[in-house]
């Protein structure tokens, strides 16, 4: 079994930041990819920003420029800082990880719980 824990969320003001962390545990044999989405109240959810583990990264435009994404390989975990937030982030931000738990099989997405950020004055 594979988790993954979020923590990180909170109530900030515009213009403010804030960092994600996501540790992924269990049993893995390897990590492909992590990253973040984010879902706000009556839409889809979306990406956010992805990161392979030899950095390659992929981020949605609304977010460029004032997040970063970022991987430690020897923890598993993930990191988003996020900087200049706007009312506009508020979401549910859920991790999210590829990941296989053996050398034979088969990787498979993973989503944290979620944490709530909440962009506010």
């Known amino acids: 079994q594979v988790q993954l824990v979020e923590s990180g969320g909170g109530l900030v003001q515009p213009g403010g930041s804030l960092r994600l962390s996501c540790a992924a545990s269990?049993?893995?044999?390897?990590?492909?990819?992590m990253g973040w989405y984010r879902q706000a109240p009556g839409k889809q959810r979306e990406l956010v920003a992805l990161?392979?583990?030899?950095?390659?990264?992929n981020r949605a435009d609304s977010v460029k420029g004032r997040f970063t994404i970022s991987i430690d390989n020897a923890k598993n975990t993930v990191y988003l800082q996020m900087n200049s937030l706007e009312t506009e982030d508020t979401a549910v931000y859920y991790c999210?990880?590829?990941?296989?738990?053996?050398?034979?099989?088969?990787?498979?997405?993973?989503w944290g719980q979620g944490t709530q950020v909440t962009v506010s004055a």
């Open positions: 990161i392979t583990s030899d950095g390659r990264i």
């Open positions: 269990g049993s893995i044999f390897s990590i492909n990819v």
């Open positions: 999210h990880a590829n990941i296989q738990t053996s050398r034979l099989g088969s990787a498979r997405i993973y």
